[in-house]
């Protein structure tokens, strides 16, 4: 059984960072896509960044415009995302995910494997 375990949420200013960590058991991780989605209140879920652990390949989404970074820690199968230059419109739960190639975002119904979520909440 695959589990996904998030870590790193909280609150921040605006302005401020977060680095949100994701833990992925079992050997899935090895050859898996790791994504980062968030949803606020009232809204679909939105992808935020993916990445493939054999390659290191990072894609994000379009809105992202620099301020998060994907990494990954193949040693401690972790995949991390680095939020900076927070605002309040980044408040929301953000969610690990993994599937076994890497889809585009809207392929939901592709991603096979969700974490329980992270809440961040950024104020002004």
């Known amino acids: 059984q695959v589990q996904l375990v998030e870590s790193g949420g909280g609150s921040v200013p605006a302005g401020g960072s977060l680095t949100l960590s994701c833990v992925v058991s079992?050997?899935?991780?090895?050859?898996?896509?790791v994504y980062w989605f968030r949803q606020a209140p009232e809204k679909g879920r939105e992808g935020v960044a993916r990445i493939n652990t054999v390659t290191g390949t990072p894609i994000y989404g379009d809105w992202v415009k620099g301020r998060f970074t994907i990494s990954r820690d193949n040693a401690k199968n972790k995949v991390s995302l680095q939020l900076s230059s927070l605002k309040p419109e980044d408040t929301a739960m953000y969610y690990c995910?993994?599937?076994?190639?890497?889809?585009?975002?809207?392929?939901?119904?592709?991603?096979?494997?969700w974490g329980q979520g992270t809440q961040v909440t950024v104020s002004s």
């Open positions: 995910a993994a599937a076994d190639l890497c889809w585009e975002f809207s392929s939901l119904e592709r991603i096979d494997h």
């Open positions: 079992s050997d899935f991780y090895s050859r898996a896509c």
